[in-house]
């Protein structure tokens, strides 16, 4: 069973920046190694973010973030990031990251079912 670690969340100002990590770990991992970043805000359906490709050459982002949050992993240790810059109020929610083979247009749908325990981030204004 994959275990899935994020952190990296916190308090920030409206403006401000945080840069959230995701550590995968257990077995077996899919063949084919996406990973990406999902939302949830309060009262609101867990949503899409961020999405890169095993290669690292394909990456995607809801409309929402584009422009001011940067995905990007670390293959040798099974780690993806989100760096997240010009944070909004809106953007406060519960994030998660998930991994696996399936195209990046299902990544839209969230097909997941397990998931990490997230991590909370929270912009004040």
């Known amino acids: 069973q994959i275990q899935l670690v994020e952190s990296g969340g916190g308090l920030v100002q409206d403006g401000g920046s945080l840069r959230l990590s995701c550590a995968a770990s257990?077995?077996?991992?899919?063949?084919?190694?996406?990973m990406g970043w999902f939302r949830r805000a309060p009262g609101k359906e867990r949503e899409f973010v961020a999405f890169i490709s095993q290669s690292g050459r394909n990456i995607d982002y809801a409309e929402s973030v584009k422009g001011r949050f940067t995905i990007s992993k670390d293959s040798a240790k099974n780690t993806v990031y989100l760096q997240m810059n010009s944070l909004k109020v809106e953007d406060t929610a519960v994030y998660y990251c998930n991994l696996g083979s399936l195209p990046l247009a299902s990544w839209y749908g969230v097909p997941f079912n397990s998931w990490g325990q997230g991590t909370q981030v929270t912009v004040s204004s």
């Open positions: 257990g077995r077996p991992f899919p063949s084919i190694l996406h």
